[in-house]
């Protein structure tokens, strides 16, 4: 399944992707549609959505980590696709209207320095493994940002770094993962463009935070993507243009520590909640943008981001 956040006048509303061309499902609308035709009353079929349907990510996984009752109506809304019974559960899929698929994660964990500095062959993972430790740094949920948003320049930042990268979203409450068991924790997976100001965590005593932290610094997208749809997430295409010239174009083959590997370091620290974020670093290739350039990020299965940058004055 594919589930995209899309803005509307009644707040945010978690839809399916692909299920009707040219639309966005509305899920809590087509869940109620469903109830219906089985004869329940409207009234009631509302009141169960709201609480079986919760209205962001994080939320829908607090209460179903296995997403049972989304797949309930998934599944009936891909045979009814062509019929016509979804038409009032349906909105437009105008990129600009898709915010962040995440929601408002408690955690977002980037990791650094994951894969070589220099380009190779994308579809193999690097040999022998580099013996290095692995690290990475905190990112504020409110830097978050929609797959078509603007990306906005900090005036007090000549260096801005947009990075591609894959993006783990935790199913279930974790701590003290192991390598053999860590996939069992990711409900799926998501574009993140993972957006850094170099100069200013340079003036930082060469500290993350803010320098990772700006708004609109963690775009996210276009959807979040269930993890049986992605049978190996160490082998998907990671691309990124700027100004449609190619920058980046490697593989989640090459990264130095795998997701598990990640996933078991950092529960050994952190307690990681149903929908928090673990985005796993960047292959090489990105550079410094300005305002007026257009971003364009694309991974394998995925799907695609695109920003115009505008300084942030």
């Not at 919760?54 to 209460?63: E, I, K, N, S, V």
């Not at 894969?115 to 062959?121: C, I, K, Q, T």
């Not at 069992?184 to 990772?212: H, I, L, P, Q």
């Amino acid at each position: 399944m594919k589930i995209a956040s899309r803005r509307t006048p009644f707040g945010d509303r978690l839809c399916f992707a692909e299920v009707v061309p040219h639309h966005l499902l509305d899920i809590q609308a087509a869940f109620v549609r469903r109830l219906e035709t089985e004869g329940v009353h409207r009234d009631d079929a509302l009141a169960r959505s709201r609480l079986d349907i919760p209205g962001d990510l994080p939320a829908l996984l607090q209460a179903d980590p296995q997403l049972t009752a989304v797949r309930w109506v998934f599944d009936w809304a891909v045979e009814q696709a062509d019929s016509g019974d979804l038409r009032d559960c349906l909105w437009s899929d105008d990129p600009e209207r898709l915010g962040p698929p995440v929601g408002r994660p408690q955690t977002i964990w980037c990791m650094l320095a994951n894969y070589p500095r220099r380009p190779s062959d994308p579809d193999q993972r690097q040999q022998p493994q580099p013996q290095r430790g692995l690290q990475g740094c905190l990112k504020p949920p409110g830097s978050l940002a929609g797959p078509h948003d603007t990306l906005r320049h900090p005036v007090i930042s000549e260096r801005v770094d947009p990075e591609m990268e894959l993006a783990v979203v935790i199913g279930h409450r974790s701590r003290f993962l192991t390598p053999d068991t860590a996939l069992r924790a990711v409900a799926g997976y998501v574009g993140f463009c993972d957006v850094g100001s170099r100069d200013v965590s340079e003036r930082d005593n060469n500290r993350m935070d803010r320098g990772k932290g700006f708004d609109t610094y963690g775009i996210t997208g276009p959807w979040f993507v269930t993890a049986d749809e992605i049978p190996d997430p160490h082998r998907l295409r990671i691309r990124g243009w700027v100004n449609g010239e190619l920058r980046q174009d490697g593989s989640t083959a090459q990264m130095f520590h795998s997701v598990p590997e990640q996933l078991a370091w950092l529960t050994e620290a952190l307690t990681l909640a149903p929908g928090d974020v673990l985005s796993t670093g960047t292959p090489p290739g990105h550079g410094v943008v300005r305002p007026g350039d257009v971003v364009r990020g694309e991974i394998e299965g995925l799907g695609v981001i695109e920003n115009k940058v505008v300084l942030d004055d």
